[in-house]
């Protein structure tokens, strides 16, 4: 079942447009990544959708124009996620997370946490693995641990939609992993969305194997990797052999795991599986 839908979407910034005609759809309870080199209007698609910047056409949630829906209404159904950075308050991890409520206990009296809120607040410490960091200032951590807490904040607004802006950006290998399982799992718990602009291939498509290719403000291509990537197309859409250069990576690689224990080539390939070749 569609939950969002683009139709002739054109967006930009200072009266020029970053996104031409755009048109694509999203189900719900599905993951999906949008892929495409820099400057393709991958952020700006995000922001669209967001309610963040004014366009033209027809942005739909739930075959309801976004336009007609109240930015705060809005806010609380849909949730951006951009990358790391350094603007935030020394308040706990626990704090931090339940400012993620914020909406939710608005106009109560006192605007005070409900027992619901802070269950849903141990729920999100629980599924980022933040239970044993609930007291410590988020200015004492690192940037993957603090990304965790940003994530636990979105978990607990509940919103059915969460948009990705490249929040593994700085984040080493290890946290980056961590990042997209949760939210693949978050995502797996019900009819929840997650839409992912990521700039890693292979960490996007462990995201999602449902894909959108853009390139130039247009979207070119959508649907499962392996059906929509050929070699011939990624070529065109990054201005290189990307096929080629994945392969060499991956030789590099089983070159590593053949003077070792043999492990790392197994799962190195995920951007090979299927047939890049085809035409």
Not at 127 to 156: K, N, Y
Not at 196 to 214: C, Q, T, W
Request: with cysteine; hydrophobic share 35%.
């Amino acid at each position: 079942m569609t939950i969002l839908e683009l139709i002739d979407v054109s967006a930009g910034y200072g009266g020029k447009n970053v996104l031409e005609n755009v048109s694509c759809r999203f189900e719900r309870g599905r993951c999906i990544s949008i892929l495409g080199p820099n400057g393709c209007g991958k952020t700006t698609l995000l922001r669209a959708m967001a309610g963040l910047i004014s366009h033209q056409g027809q942005i739909l949630l739930d075959g309801t124009d976004v336009m007609r829906i109240r930015r705060s209404d809005l806010a609380g159904r849909i949730a951006l996620m951009s990358q790391l950075n350094d603007l935030y308050f020394s308040y706990s991890v626990y704090d931090t997370v339940m400012l993620g409520r914020y909406r939710k206990m608005r106009g109560r009296l006192f605007s005070l946490p409900s027992p619901e809120d802070r269950e849903a607040v141990e729920r999100a410490l629980r599924a980022t693995g933040l239970e044993q960091m609930r007291d410590r200032s988020i200015d004492t951590l690192s940037g993957g641990q603090r990304q965790r807490v940003f994530l636990a904040r979105t978990f607990v607004q509940d919103p059915e939609i969460i948009l990705l802006d490249e929040p593994t950006n700085h984040l080493d290998v290890r946290y980056q992993v961590e990042l997209i399982d949760n939210l693949r799992r978050w995502c797996r718990e019900g009819t929840r969305t997650v839409i992912g602009v990521l700039h890693d291939i292979n960490l996007a498509l462990r995201l999602s194997r449902e894909v959108i290719f853009m390139k130039e403000g247009q979207v070119r291509r959508q649907g499962d990797f392996h059906e929509v990537a050929d070699r011939a197309f990624l070529t065109d859409i990054y201005g290189m052999d990307l096929v080629g250069f994945m392969r060499d990576s991956l030789e590099n690689w089983t070159g590593s795991a053949e003077s070792g224990n043999g492990t790392v080539g197994d799962g190195a390939g995920i951007f090979l599986c299927g047939n890049p070749e085809k035409s």
